[in-house]
């Protein structure tokens, strides 16, 4: 059974710092491409903000490059987003997900607000 547990949000001031944590089973994760994933308050889509691969290459949307670190840790089934110098637009429910998503199979997600 395909499980994803997001953690780590929480309520920060802008320039601060947070790292999320993501924990996946019942798949192969360490072939999976992962990503950190995002909705906006008010938004029915998800963006995804950035993605790892199995070799560790990283891709970044423009709105995050420079801002937001992703990394993963095979033997722990984890992907982690290090994001720093938040800003209130960053505010939104973070999901992890494979990369192209794994279908209906989402976690509960984290939520990140920034404010000013």
């Known amino acids: 059974q395909v499980q994803l547990v997001e953690s780590g949000g929480g309520l920060v001031l802008a320039g601060g710092s947070l790292r999320l944590s993501c924990r996946a089973s019942?798949?192969?994760?360490?072939?999976?491409?992962m990503g950190w994933y995002r909705q906006a308050p008010g938004k029915q889509q998800r963006e995804l903000v950035a993605?790892?691969?199995?070799?560790?290459?990283?891709t970044y949307a423009d709105s995050v490059k420079g801002q937001f670190t992703i990394s993963r840790d095979n033997a722990l089934n984890t992907v982690y987003l290090q994001m720093s110098s938040l800003k209130p637009e960053d505010t939104a429910l973070y999901y992890c997900?494979?990369?192209?998503?794994?279908?209906?199979?989402w976690g509960q997600g984290t939520q990140v607000t920034v404010s000013s």
């Open positions: 997900n494979g990369v192209p998503s794994l279908g209906v199979y």
């Open positions: 019942g798949i192969a994760f360490s072939i999976k491409t």
């Open positions: 993605h790892i691969n199995s070799r560790g290459s990283t």
